[in-house]
C-alpha cells in the first residue's frame, strides 16, 4: 500500500527522485499514464496487470470504453529507476501534468500519483477537497 506526501525538485531532463519507500514497493519496473484532475498515476506491475484485466473486459462496441482505452493506454509507458532513484517523466505527461520545478509524489493506497506541486496545493484547498464533506459521502464505510 502506497501512502505518503512528499516532495522533490524535478531537473531540467525532466528527472525526480522517488521516495524510497514507494521505489521498494514498486520494483524494477513500473507503469505511469495519465490521472485524473492533471496528475500521473503510477502503477506497480502487479496493479496494472489487475487494471489490463478489468479493462479487458470493456465493451469494444462502447464507444466511451475505446475513448478510455486510448486517453489511458496510449500515453502510458513502463519505467526503471535510474541508480541515484531517480525516473525520467515522459515529455507527454509532464506537459499533461503542468510539471515544470516540483513534483509532489503521494501514495493513494493502491497507486502513486505525481502532481505539480502548485498545481497540487490548489487542489488540496479548493472546495472540492472539503474533508468533511466527502467523508459524509462514504458513511457506509464507518471510518
Not at 507503469?31 to 469494444?60: A, H, N, P
Not at 509532489?104 to 497507486?111: D, E
Request: one cysteine or more; proline letters at 2%; glycine letters at 6%.
Amino acid at each position: 500500500m502506497y501512502i505518503g506526501e512528499y516532495t522533490h525538485s524535478i531537473d531540467n531532463k525532466g528527472r525526480v527522485i522517488m521516495p524510497s519507500l514507494f521505489r521498494e514497493e514498486l520494483g524494477m519496473s513500473f507503469y505511469v499514464t495519465k490521472g485524473m484532475e492533471g496528475c500521473i498515476f503510477v502503477y506497480d506491475k502487479e496493479s496494472w496487470k489487475l487494471l489490463e484485466e478489468k479493462t479487458k473486459q470493456l465493451r469494444l462496441t462502447s464507444k466511451k470504453a475505446r475513448q478510455f482505452e486510448r486517453i489511458f493506454y496510449a500515453p502510458a509507458r513502463e519505467l526503471e529507476f535510474d541508480k541515484q532513484g531517480r525516473i525520467v517523466i515522459p515529455q507527454n505527461l509532464r506537459e499533461y501534468a503542468g510539471i515544470n520545478k516540483e513534483a509532489t509524489i503521494i501514495g493513494v493506497s493502491s497507486r502513486i500519483e505525481i502532481w505539480d506541486k502548485e498545481r497540487y496545493e490548489e487542489y488540496i484547498s479548493s472546495q472540492e477537497m472539503d474533508y468533511d464533506n466527502i467523508i459524509e459521502d462514504f458513511e457506509e464505510l464507518d471510518i
